[in-house]
């Protein structure tokens, strides 16, 4: 019986050594190889530890970035769709500031006309004084005329269409020509 409970060792020739335990191949090593090994074991696990933070902490890094990168994106995204809308908004003004600005052209001509009509058919200005002044001037003519206090109804009748009156000439004066004369002397007086 003796026999039987003996086992036998096998050298593997790297310093361990095999025997069967119930029916199984088993490694036998020295306890020293053992604990150099469970050393170098608990060493390279401390290195993949350290190695998977490193690479946890890249991770969470790189994640962040494309965080900041994903709200950059959604934000220009957001400033494209306003700048859109604004540029959309500017051509409507655009188109606005055209047809208001054809419109005022428009108006400013017929109202020149106007204020032509009146300056020559009302006060009795001729065409020539009045044909290249812009609108500015002719309101502003007319509104010296009126402030003079001279207007179509002060006109006097003109009976006599003829040469002769008070010029030299032989012409009357014009209500223009009257308000000058009434300004120079007004000036003249003052000084």
Do not use: W
Not at 88 to 103: A, I, Y
């Amino acid at each position: 019986m003796a026999g039987e409970n003996e086992q036998t060792l096998v050298d593997n020739k790297d310093g361990s050594f095999t025997t069967k335990i119930d029916g199984t191949d088993v490694k036998l090593v020295k306890e020293s190889d053992l604990l150099a090994f469970k050393g170098s074991t608990e060493t390279k696990e401390a290195s993949f530890n350290s190695q998977i933070a490193e690479a946890n902490r890249l991770k969470d890094e790189e994640h962040a970035e494309l965080l900041k990168v994903q709200a950059a994106k959604e934000q220009s995204d957001t400033l494209a769709k306003e700048s859109d809308i604004l540029k959309t908004r500017v051509g409507e003004l655009d188109t606005k500031v055209v047809e208001l600005t054809d419109s005022n052209r428009t108006l400013e001509e017929e109202l020149t006309g106007r204020i032509r009509s009146s300056l020559a058919d009302g006060f009795g200005v001729t065409e020539d004084k009045i044909k290249d002044k812009t609108f500015t001037e002719l309101s502003s003519m007319e509104n010296t005329l009126r402030e003079a206090g001279i207007t179509s109804k002060s006109l006097p009748a003109n009976y006599d269409p003829g040469p002769g009156g008070v010029h030299a000439s032989g012409a009357k004066k014009t209500p223009l020509e009257t308000c000058s004369d009434e300004i120079a002397t007004a000036r003249a007086s003052k000084s």
